[in-house]
């Protein structure tokens, strides 16, 4: 059994006087998670979206699953933390926009909020060693860490169409905002086919037959659905840096390769580098979530096409990041941005040093 990074910080916030928000794609193992932290707990009770008994219910533990189908979610929970603090409550849910912007206000104060993501580079280290891990690479860039995926060698393509055919989409497709299902999916492929390059709203618009208006809302609802996710442009001191312009990621490479029917080996791809580069952000992301490092990320690129792939800001400290499949390829900061930020430091990710940038430092990050 694999033992997911969430399950000790959730532990220890048991029974502390919040109620407890889990959000994250379908999928990702946010109910199998919760099952293996309670099942040696005394009432528990669990309800699902169309359900809330508590005020009625003598257990010590709810857990809620999809919270925001929930009518009044935010207040019936402001309700129980405010009256009941011997009953803990944890909720959880597939949608970030919908529960958040029915909870944020009501539960200030009153919640502690945990996003849960695919598997992860530093969970399959945990459960099988780095040495196993290191060798599944090409199997992890093609086919992701979803948890039926990683569980179920060999029918990997399938458990992938099957999630990609419509379920991870189910909240958005329920929505009224989202008429034309068809136009999602070539928003989709054509995001697939983008991954790593700079992206543009009017672009986008042309090549899906949508005003870009309606392309910047459905990225918004794919991206609170853990689908996607956006890294801004990073801008300071330069006149010709980019301010307002973004890179749009996939949460996890199987569910990019499946949108595009692509399950090629690493060695005869041609968007290699951008499977790559795919893969050290979104692990890094999780990495730095269940880590807890405190960071702010961004690209850098130039109007004269000067770029970077990645940057960290934290701590008044800037951290530059090429990423290369190939450990032997060379790469270098470009001076403009060394001149401009003389204080940063740069460094070119490969599988060569990949588990030393994702995993925690044994010495303390």
């Excluded at 001191?237 to 199987?254: A, M, P, Q, T, V």
């Amino acid at each position: 059994m694999i033992e997911r990074l969430l399950y000790k910080t959730i532990e220890n916030k048991l029974f502390v006087g919040k109620i407890i928000i889990l959000t994250g794609a379908r999928q990702v193992g946010k109910t199998t998670l919760l099952k293996q932290l309670l099942r040696q707990k005394e009432g528990v009770l669990w309800l699902n979206g169309d359900e809330l008994q508590v005020q009625n219910s003598n257990s010590k533990i709810v857990i809620l699953d999809e919270a925001q189908r929930i009518e009044n979610i935010g207040l019936r929970l402001k309700l129980i933390a405010d009256s009941d603090s011997e009953v803990q409550v944890i909720a959880t849910g597939s949608s970030a926009f919908e529960l958040a912007n029915k909870v944020n206000e009501p539960l200030t104060g009153r919640k502690w909020e945990y996003q849960m993501f695919p598997l992860s580079f530093g969970e399959m280290v945990a459960h099988h060693g780095k040495l196993k891990e290191m060798r599944m690479l090409p199997r992890r860039i093609i086919y992701g860490y979803y948890p039926e995926v990683v569980t179920n060698d060999g029918n990997e393509v399938e458990i992938l169409k099957l999630l990609t055919d419509a379920y991870l989409y189910k909240d958005i497709l329920s929505w009224e905002s989202v008429k034309h299902p068809d136009k999602l999916q070539t928003l989709l492929r054509a995001l697939a086919y983008q991954v790593g390059s700079q992206v543009s709203y009017n672009e986008l618009s042309q090549m899906c037959s949508m005003d870009s208006k309606t392309v910047e809302r459905y990225i918004n609802l794919l991206e609170q659905c853990y689908i996607i996710f956006r890294l801004p442009s990073f801008s300071r001191n330069l006149r010709h840096e980019l301010k307002s312009s973004r890179k749009i990621y996939f949460y996890d490479n199987g569910i990019r390769n499946a949108l595009i029917a692509d399950y090629r080996a690493p060695e005869v791809r041609q968007d290699i580098g951008s499977l790559w580069e795919n893969f050290v952000v979104a692990e890094r992301m999780k990495s730095n979530e269940y880590y807890h490092r405190w960071v702010n990320r961004y690209f850098w690129r130039t109007k004269q096409q000067q770029e970077i792939d990645y940057l960290e800001e934290s701590g008044g400290e800037l951290h530059a990041y090429e990423m290369k499949w190939n450990p032997r390829a060379k790469a270098s900061i470009t001076k403009t941005f060394t001149e401009a930020y003389p204080d940063s430091e740069f460094q070119i990710i490969t599988p060569d040093n990949i588990s030393d940038f994702l995993l925690p430092d044994p010495k303390g990050d």
